[in-house]
């Protein structure tokens, strides 16, 4: 989904705010049309969008939950969503990055060469959000409407069969080695897709 039907780039609407409102107009009236001409259905957009992840992310979580080889953790619990294979699990429901794609890789190839996409979101994560501890990152896919892919997080049904044959087939994690702001990293990790 894009920002404009997202409403702003998600985790970013107080820079949206302030670069296209605040910082824009100089004049309290020209501040006022604006945004009744534009704030409003940016906010709804970027409310209605954050409600949509926010409980579908909830549903996955739960399902999850239900597999026999996983303990759930107490939410809110830092850095650690889910026990799994005697270790704790950070959950990351993601994309592939950007990157991945300009480096002229595809889905396919992330499921075929796993380690090297788990590099990727490694070594591409922000540095306010940077860890190296274990990732079990949720990639989610349309390969035939990629602009679509938004939509899979409400296919339930495709979600449920994926997980389960994703933990009835994994019995081990990755070992991924990565380097982040010129340090070496060791992380385990492993890459769930749903696609369609």
Not at 127 to 137: I, P
Request: proline content about 4%; aromatic content about 14%; cysteine-free.
């Amino acid at each position: 989904m894009t920002a404009r039907a997202w409403g702003a780039v998600q985790g970013e609407l107080d820079k949206h705010i302030q670069t296209n409102y605040v910082r824009k107009y100089l004049r309290y009236t020209e501040l006022l049309d604006a945004v009744e001409r534009g704030l409003h259905e940016t906010v709804k957009n970027y409310v209605l969008a954050s409600w949509y992840n926010h409980w579908t992310t909830v549903v996955i979580e739960d399902m999850l939950a239900e597999q026999p080889q996983v303990v759930p953790t107490v939410k809110n619990v830092k850095e650690t969503d889910l026990f799994w294979l005697d270790q704790p699990w950070d959950l990351k429901h993601t994309n592939l990055p950007r990157e991945w794609f300009k480096d002229g890789h595809t889905v396919e190839e992330a499921i075929a060469n796993p380690v090297l996409a788990e590099e990727y979101l490694y070594r591409l994560q922000g540095a306010q959000r940077f860890g190296a501890n274990n990732r079990l990152f949720l990639i989610m896919a349309d390969t035939k409407r990629p602009e679509e892919t938004w939509k899979l997080k409400r296919d339930f049904h495709l979600i449920a069969k994926s997980v389960q044959e994703f933990f009835d087939a994994t019995t081990e994690f990755d070992e991924v080695s990565f380097v982040f702001d010129k340090k070496p990293y060791l992380a385990h990790a492993k890459i769930l897709f749903i696609r369609k």
